[in-house]
């Protein structure tokens, strides 16, 4: 995890994992959702980590899978045991600010860890559409599309010098285009 703070993530309390992701940047809460491990602390670490600016939309997915979703997505809401509740509302919320465009949809300097698991969730997600059903968290395919095919890193006329992180977002009128007609 990151040096960033000087604990031990395994054996550290709810209490004390809270206050490290409460001092971290934004670099460092990305690295907490694409490495922190969900059998720990997720709703408390993960649900505060996941709800701040500067997250990207890669490691919202990354941390989004790394939970294992599928074994709920098709389960009805009632059957998910109790144990499981707190994990099941932190994806509605990830999967709800994926889908509002929250997410920083910067990906070309960080790759999606989980990019085979989202193009076959992606996959499932359009037969369902064919077999008449729909599982509990769909993505909007439009904001998903920087992550399946992102784009290649683009430099300057200057080699040395990177274009800057302003032209590296796709155009984001295109993504709140669809939120204005409501």
């Known amino acids: 995890m990151a040096a960033f703070a000087a604990i031990d993530w395994t054996n550290s309390s709810e209490r004390e994992q809270l206050a490290a992701v409460r001092r971290a940047w934004p670099e460092e809460l990305n690295q907490i959702l694409c490495e922190y491990d969900w059998s720990l602390y997720p709703e408390t670490v993960l649900g505060w980590a996941s709800a701040q600016r500067g997250i990207t ?88 599309e920087p992550l399946l095919n992102p784009a290649p890193e683009v430099k300057s006329r200057h080699a040395d010098r990177p274009v800057s992180e302003e032209a590296r977002f796709p155009d984001l009128g295109a993504l709140v285009k669809p939120l204005m007609n409501f």
């Open 57 to 144: 939309l890669c490691a919202a997915i990354t941390s989004f899978f790394n939970a294992d979703p599928m074994r709920f997505n098709y389960l009805p809401r009632s059957d998910v045991p109790a144990q499981y509740h707190g994990i099941c509302r932190l994806l509605d919320a990830m999967a709800q600010r994926v889908n509002a465009g929250f997410y920083l949809p910067n990906v070309t300097h960080v790759p999606c860890t989980q990019q085979k698991t989202l193009r076959n969730w992606m996959y499932y997600q359009q037969e369902d559409v064919i077999d008449n059903r729909r599982g509990r968290w769909v993505f909007e395919e439009e904001l998903i």
